[in-house]
């Protein structure tokens, strides 16, 4: 966590003083790099911390993820406000990042190495994992393309504003966030399997309204419920992850997040593609259906595996 932290902060200061295109390509691909190994060591230290609370947890933690998105945008604001030039900006990011990690570091879980034997350096997900692993693409499909059209959607096929457009964008993060900061309470009364089984419905009925309906309400409507069904579904679907018999924590939520990022990487440009030959509707609709897969996933979660460690599933 700390050597991840510390390399993201100092990546970003060269991103600031690049001059080149491959300069900044290249130091881009070393901050997703370096971005991705805090995250899942991250993730690895909040499943054991989990572990040790006898209620649900896991969510908010993404829902502080997601304060930090909100943060970073006003922060981002006020230096555009300013004119303060990005080199200054992302050198205040990091000095400001590096303390928080220098000091918060001391105050985090303690988790000896496990020993394991050799195994490849990548390895797709086991039999048990499987299925979280496609949740996962199906969920962060659905939210990537949220990221990258959804104001286009409303500019296009709801024939809203840009204001308004960019106010639907905001609406669909707010849902997304607060969802995560209630989800561990839904988690803890009703369990991991049915949260994560009405996150899918909200997913496909909110595309679902979003499409059939492309007014300005009924598609707000559908982007809240949006937000609210992708909320929870990758916290849950680590602290699921956690339980594997076969990875150690940190080997299964690589395993996981890298089928999971397929979805964030490759499904938006086929949205594209899609819209090109046919419409945005068309494509939204074709994505909606991911909530309908991430539903016959979850049924067929086995009940027992789910119920194997209490401390995780909350049931």
């Keep these: 966590m700390l050597f991840g932290s510390l390399l993201l902060s100092v990546i970003l200061i060269l991103i ?27 993730n690895t230290q909040g499943v054991a911390v989990q572990a040790l609370h006898s ?34 900006h992302f050198l205040f990011v990091s000095i400001s990042l590096t303390i928080f990690s220098l000091y918060f570091i001391k105050d985090t879980l303690y988790q000896k190495p496990v020993p394991q034997s050799r195994r490849p ?19 962060m499909a659905c939210e990537n393309t949220m990221y990258d059209w959804s104001a286009l959607y409303f500019q296009k096929e709801v024939h809203a504003a840009k204001t308004t457009a960019t106010a639907a964008f905001v609406i669909y993060l707010v849902a997304m966030t607060i969802g995560r900061f209630v989800g561990d309470k839904l988690v803890t009364r009703f369990g991991i399997k049915t949260v ?4 899918g419905i909200f997913i496909l009925g909110g595309l679902s309204l979003a499409v059939l309906l492309p007014f300005v ?67 939204f609709g074709i994505i909606a259906l991911f909530g309908g897969l991430i539903v016959y996933l979850v049924s067929k979660i086995n009940d027992t595996n789910e119920n194997a460690e209490p401390e995780i599933a909350f049931d």
């Design 16 to 42: 600031g003083i690049t001059d080149s295109m491959w300069q900044l390509i290249a130091m881009l691909f070393c901050f997703g790099s370096a971005r991705n190994l805090m995250t899942l060591s991250i």
């Design 55 to 88: 209620k649900s947890i896991m969510a908010t933690f993404h829902g502080i993820w997601s304060l930090a998105g909100f943060a970073g945008a006003a922060v981002g604001l006020i230096m555009v406000y300013f004119n303060i030039a990005p080199a200054w």
């Design 121 to 139: 350096v990548f390895s797709l997900p086991d039999k048990y994992l499987l299925k979280f692993s496609l949740i996962c693409f199906a969920c």
């Design 196 to 199: 994560l089984k009405f996150s």
């Design 217 to 283: 309400i009924t598609a707000q409507l559908g982007f809240i419920l949006v937000g609210f069904g992708v909320s929870c579904v990758v916290p849950m679907i680590f602290s699921l992850a956690g339980k594997s018999k076969n990875m150690s924590s940190s080997s299964a939520l690589a395993s996981i997040s890298t089928v999971g990022y397929l979805g964030f990487v490759l499904v938006p440009p086929l949205v594209g593609f899609i819209a090109q030959a046919a419409s945005l509707r068309v494509s």
